[in-house]
C-alpha cells in the first residue's frame, strides 16, 4: 500500500486508511486543513504527513501519479518524432560524409563502420573522438569520448596532430564571426582533448566483453560521456571458435548492452568493422566480418570502400537515411572532403 | 577497469639505423604494434630487419631503446655472417657502446610451421618476463611468417579457414605481449605474383592502387585476412634502372620503401641503398 510507505506511526496510518485515503496522490490533493479535521490530527501533524506524501512520491516517479502509462517508458510516435528532430549530431569534418549522414553520427544510435586496412577506419574514429568535444558554443557536443582499442592502432602522436588542427579551424572560425579579441579564445588546449579521451585498451575477447559490461557504471560516474568508438570489435572474434553458436551469443548480448547504452545515456555508439571475402552468387565478394547474424545488430551500416583513387563511404543500412554514397580523405589534419572535382555525393 | 592515462603513453619507437629512413617513419619503427615489411625475395627485408635488432641497443637518447631483440627466422640458415658484417659497421660508428659484441644482445630461434609459432608464444612471455637485466627484451623480428603459411595448407575452403584463424590468433598473441612489454614486433612478408583479370585475387589494401616491383604486379601474400592482423604495412621494392652504366658494368638497382596503410604515417615512399655497412636511405 502507498500509504504504508510514509514515516509515520501506526495509528496515523490507520486513521488516514479509515478516512478513505489509500494514495498518496489522494493525500497531496487535500489541504492541511482538510486533512486534519478528516482524520482527527493537529494541523502540524497534517502538514507534516503532506510533506512526506510529497518527498515519497518525488522519489519514486511511478507513485502519485494517475497519468502515469501502464507501461513503463512508453511514448507516442509525436514525442518521439520531436526528440528525433532535436537529436545531436557529432560532425565528421568532412563535409560531404555529413550531408549523406544527416548532420554528422547520430547519438542514440549504433553505427558501424567497416572497410579494408588502411580505408581510414581508426582514423575516422580519432576524428569523432576530437570532434565530440567541440563545444556547443562552435556547433558540437562539449562531451568526452570513450575509446576502446581492440588492435593497439591508437597513436597518441596521431591524435594530437587532429586535435591541433581541430582547434586552428575553431579559432580562424572563430575569427570570422568575432570581433573582439575575448571572443575570438578557443578554451581548448591539445592536450585537454586527450584528457578527455577514456582509454582503453583490451586484448582478448572476454576482456572485451567484461569492458562493455562495466561501462553502464562508468558512465555512471561520467555522465558527460556522449560516444564511445570501439575498434574494432572484430579483431578478437576471428580466432577459432569451436562453438560458434557461442560467438553469435556473446556479440549479440554485446551488441544489445551497447544499444542500451546508447539509449540510456543519449550517446553514440561507433562500432569499426573489419571486410573479409565471402562467396556470394559464384563471386568472391567483401563483406562485413562477423556474419549475417552480427549485420542486424547496429542501427546503421557505413561501408568504407576504394573508388579508384579515393576514398568513398557508402550507407549501407540505415532506417531514416538515403542511400547515398560521398567522397572523403584522410589528410595529416583528419579526416576532410576530398579533393576531386566530379560530383561527390552519389544518391543510389 | 581504468582508463589509460594518455599524455602518460607516448609511444617509443626504435631507430632503424638510419637518420633519413627514421625521418620517413617518423621516428622509427614503434613500440605496441606490428608492423610488416613486404618485399619480394632479395630486396632487403631481411637487412632491414638486421640492422634493426643491433640498432635496438642504442640508448632511447639516441633513438634506440637500450634493448635486446629476439630474431625468429623460419628461412633457413640464419644469415649470422651478414649479421656478424652489420656488427662490425655497427661497432666502428659506435665506438662507446657499453656492449663489447652486439650480436650477444639478438636471440636467435627457428621455428618451421605455424603451430610451432603459436606455442613459442607462451615460452616468448616468460622470456619476456624474466629479461629485466640491462637490456630488456623489446623488439621481436619473424622472418617470415608467409614461409611458415606457404605449404602447410591447401587451397580448400576448410584449409584457409583454419589459416584464417590462426593468423588472428598469432596477431592476438603478438600484440598482448606487445602491449605488456611495450615490444617492436616486425614481421616480414613475401609477395604472390597479381595475375591480369584475376580480380578476386587483388583487394586494394591501403594507399596504393597496385604494387609494383621488379616491374611486374605484386600483391602481399598471406591475404586480406592477414592484413587484418597487422598495424603497418611498409613495402619494399626494387625496379632495374634502364640504362647500364657507361663502362657496362652491372645495372643499378633503385629500392624504394612505400608506407601502404600506418595510423601514423601518410602515403609517401623515398629510396634507399644497401651496402656492406647496412641500409640507408638517400
Not at chain 1, 565530440?132 to 569520448?145: F, R, T
Not at chain 2, 637500450?66 to 652489420?86: D, M, N, W
Request: aromatic residues 8%.
Amino acid at each position: 500500500m502507498e500509504v504504508g510507505m510514509l514515516p509515520i506511526s501506526a495509528s496515523k496510518r490507520g486513521k488516514l486508511l479509515a478516512a478513505g485515503y489509500t494514495t498518496l496522490h489522494s493525500i497531496s490533493r487535500a489541504s492541511p486543513s482538510h486533512l486534519a479535521t478528516d482524520i482527527g490530527v493537529s494541523e502540524d501533524e497534517a502538514c507534516e504527513i503532506l510533506k512526506y506524501a510529497s518527498q515519497t512520491s518525488a522519489l519514486d516517479p511511478s507513485i502519485g501519479s494517475s497519468n502515469a502509462s501502464t507501461l513503463e517508458g512508453g511514448q507516442t510516435a509525436w514525442t518521439m518524432l520531436n526528440e528525433e528532430k532535436f537529436a545531436t549530431r557529432i560532425t565528421t569534418s568532412c563535409a560531404d560524409l555529413d550531408n549523406i549522414l544527416g548532420g554528422g553520427i547520430t547519438c542514440k544510435e549504433v553505427t558501424e563502420l567497416g572497410g579494408v586496412p588502411g580505408i581510414g577506419k581508426t582514423q575516422i574514429g580519432i576524428q569523432l573522438a576530437v570532434n565530440v568535444q567541440i563545444p556547443p558554443e562552435y556547433g558540437g557536443l562539449g562531451g568526452k569520448a570513450i575509446y576502446i582499442d581492440t588492435e593497439g592502432s591508437f597513436m597518441v602522436e596521431r591524435v594530437l596532430q587532429i586535435a591541433e588542427a581541430c582547434i586552428e579551424d575553431m579559432s580562424e572560425y572563430s575569427h570570422h564571426f568575432h570581433n573582439t579579441v575575448q571572443d575570438c579564445e578557443v578554451k581548448l588546449h591539445p592536450n585537454g582533448i586527450l584528457e578527455n579521451i577514456f582509454y582503453f585498451r583490451v586484448c582478448s575477447y572476454t576482456e572485451q566483453i567484461a569492458l562493455v559490461n562495466y561501462l553502464d557504471k562508468f558512465i555512471e560516474e561520467h555522465k558527460d560521456v556522449k560516444i564511445i568508438i570501439l575498434d574494432s570489435v572484430t579483431f578478437h572474434f576471428r580466432q577459432d571458435f569451436d562453438d560458434m553458436a557461442l560467438r553469435t551469443r556473446l556479440l549479440s548480448e554485446m551488441a544489445l548492452k551497447l544499444m542500451k547504452l546508447a539509449r540510456k545515456f543519449c550517446l553514440a555508439v561507433v562500432l569499426l568493422n573489419q571486410v573479409t571475402t565471402k562467396y556470394i552468387e559464384g563471386s568472391y565478394q567483401l563483406t562485413l566480418a562477423l556474419g549475417d547474424s552480427w549485420s542486424h545488430s547496429c542501427t546503421n551500416r557505413i561501408v568504407l570502400f576504394w573508388n579508384g583513387d579515393e576514398r568513398h563511404a557508402y550507407i549501407d543500412k540505415s532506417p531514416s537515411l538515403k542511400s547515398a554514397s560521398a567522397a572523403y580523405s584522410v589528410t595529416t589534419r583528419g579526416i576532410r572532403n576530398s579533393n576531386s572535382s566530379c560530383k561527390r555525393i552519389k544518391m543510389v | 577497469m581504468q582508463p589509460q592515462k594518455l599524455l602518460h603513453l607516448p609511444t617509443h619507437k626504435c631507430t632503424v639505423g638510419c637518420p633519413l629512413l627514421d625521418r620517413f617513419l617518423a621516428g622509427g619503427i614503434p613500440c605496441n604494434s606490428i608492423t610488416e615489411i613486404v618485399a619480394e625475395n632479395a630486396t632487403g627485408k631481411t637487412q632491414f630487419c638486421l640492422q634493426l635488432v643491433l640498432y635496438a641497443q642504442l640508448p632511447p637518447s639516441r633513438g634506440g631503446l637500450s634493448a635486446s631483440s629476439l630474431y625468429i627466422h623460419t628461412e633457413f640458415p640464419f644469415p649470422l655472417r651478414r649479421l656478424r658484417q652489420l656488427s662490425r659497421a655497427f661497432r666502428s660508428s659506435h665506438p662507446d657502446h657499453p656492449v663489447a659484441d652486439p650480436c650477444d644482445r639478438v636471440f636467435v630461434q627457428g621455428v618451421y610451421t605455424a603451430d610451432e609459432l603459436v606455442d613459442a608464444i607462451p615460452k616468448i612471455e616468460l622470456f619476456l618476463i624474466h629479461s629485466r637485466s640491462r637490456f630488456p627484451l623489446r623488439v621481436i623480428v619473424i622472418d617470415s611468417i608467409a614461409a611458415l603459411f606457404r605449404s602447410d595448407f591447401d587451397n580448400t575452403v576448410l584449409d584457409l579457414r583454419r589459416r584464417s584463424s590462426l593468423f588472428f590468433k598469432i596477431a592476438g598473441g603478438l600484440k598482448s605481449l606487445a602491449k605488456r612489454f611495450g615490444v617492436a614486433v616486425v614481421v616480414t612478408n613475401q609477395v604472390v605474383d597479381l595475375i591480369e583479370g584475376e580480380k578476386g585475387n587483388s583487394v586494394r589494401a591501403g594507399n596504393l592502387s597496385a604494387l609494383y616491383s621488379s616491374g611486374r604486379p605484386v600483391v602481399p601474400a598471406l591475404g586480406l585476412a592477414w592484413a587484418n592482423c597487422v598495424n603497418s604495412r611498409l613495402f619494399l621494392s626494387r625496379e632495374d634502372d634502364g640504362d647500364a652504366d657507361v663502362d657496362g658494368s652491372s645495372r643499378k638497382k633503385r629500392r624504394r620503401i612505400t608506407v601502404v596503410f600506418a595510423p601514423h604515417l601518410p602515403h609517401s615512399s623515398s629510396e634507399f641503398v644497401i651496402t656492406t655497412e647496412g641500409v640507408f636511405g638517400r
